[in-house]
Every structure is written in C-alpha cells, then in structure tokens.
C-alpha cells in the first residue's frame, strides 16, 4: 500500500472536533488490527488494537471500531489536538501471521 | 513501555560501502523485523526473525542481509551500497502475534 509522504489522503480538521480515520483491509481471514501513529521524523507509535471477536474497543480519546461484514476498520479521535497531527496507518495480521500495513491517511489539525 | 532503539537517527554512505545498521529491544522480545519505507511505497518487509540465529526474507530482501547473535540486538546489512537504498530503515520487536513496536528510524543516504 501506500505510506508516508506524497500523495496520501488527507483528513483536514478543527481543534476540539472529532476525527474519524477509515481503513478497509482485504482478507477475510484477519483476526487482529492496529492502528499506528507516524509523527514527522519519528517511527509508527502504536496506538490501539483490537481481535476480531469484538467490534469496538475504546482508549484514552480514541475509539477503533470494526466491521467484518464490509471489511472496515475505523480509528476516532475525540476532541481533536494539534498533537494528533500525523500520518496514521492500519495493519492487519493475515493468515500466514505476518502484519500487513495498509494505506496511511495525514491527519492535519487547523488551531 | 517497550523501547526499541537505533543505533543511528541519520547515515551517509557512499556507494559500495559496508553498512551495519543495529537495532536493540528491550522487552526480551522473540520476533524482530527490518522495514524501509520511502514515499508512495508504504512499509516495505526486508527481513525478520523469530529467534536468535534465525532469519527469514521479507518481501524485499536483495542487496541485504541481517544478523541475530542475540535475542535483544538484530543487524540489518547493506554489503554494497547502491543508492537505490537511501531511504528510511525502522526497526521492530513484538511478543507472539502481538502488536509491533518500532523504533525511530535510521535515515540513510547512499551517495
């Protein structure tokens, strides 16, 4: 998929908004999922993860929910901070075990 | 908290040179991987390793190698480098089929 740098999707969002980042992943067979946050000049920081036998899991202002049906995962920021600007990513553990990452979204936070 | 630390946060080599990047956990581990990731390519698998003295190809291991002498420290090698491997090296670690934790990065640049 595609990552870090040019060309990735970009979420734009207010201060103190929620945010909602979208992720579709394409095996069936997944039973666990991550979601990463990639600040600038740093490596991916996990944030939250969650099994295949739940549909939500909450954090600290952050929400993962899944759907297996349509094959969706999703991360929600609650009140949105300049912190939280960064690139985030989706990964997968597939089949053969091995974690796949999935296409990354900037997430840009207007003061 | 899991830390995993590399060796270098930047890197110029020039062309043919040796290069040893290292990389250490913390958290005694079994698994450990090497990753690069370059702009509209996402995160790239090179290598990984289950345990000490085990090794096996990731996705994109050519004009690499990697070394495991001990649980907590794995190696990745550029024999020769080319400049078609300037790019940014993330280290990992994770327990089982958990999620993984990376380092910083190491940003080389091949001249």
């Known amino acids: 998929g595609e990552s870090v740098g040019l060309h990735l999707p970009t979420l734009s969002v207010q201060e103190g908004d929620n945010s909602i980042i979208n992720c579709a992943y394409s095996?069936?067979?997944?039973?666990?999922f991550i979601w990463y946050k990639q600040e600038s000049g740093k490596g991916p920081q996990f944030i939250i993860d969650i099994r295949s036998n739940m549909d939500k899991r909450q954090g600290q202002r952050v929400t993962v929910l899944l759907n297996k049906t349509v094959k969706h995962l999703s991360l929600q920021i609650a009140a949105t901070q300049p912190g939280d600007s960064a690139v985030y990513f989706c990964?997968?553990?597939?089949?053969?075990?091995?974690?796949?990452f999935g296409g990354g979204t900037r997430l840009m936070v207007k003061p | 908290d899991v830390k995993v630390t590399q060796s270098s946060r930047y890197l110029v080599k020039r062309t043919g040179e040796k290069v040893f990047l290292e990389c250490v956990q913390d958290m005694d581990h079994e698994n450990m991987f090497w990753y690069r990731q370059d702009p509209g390519l996402g995160l790239r698998l090179i290598y990984f390793?289950?345990?000490?003295?085990?090794?096996e190809k990731g996705d994109i291991p050519e004009g690499y190698s990697v070394s495991r002498e001990k649980k907590e420290r794995f190696s990745l090698i550029l024999e020769s480098a080319s400049t078609n491997q300037t790019s940014m090296y993330l280290c990992?670690?994770?327990?089982?089929?958990?999620?993984?934790?990376f380092g910083n990065g190491t940003r080389l640049t091949v001249t």
């Open positions: 990992a670690s994770s327990f089982g089929g958990r999620a993984l934790h």
């Open positions: 095996n069936s067979a997944s039973d666990y």
């Open positions: 390793s289950y345990d000490v003295k085990m090794k």
């Open positions: 990964a997968e553990y597939n089949a053969g075990n091995m974690l796949t």
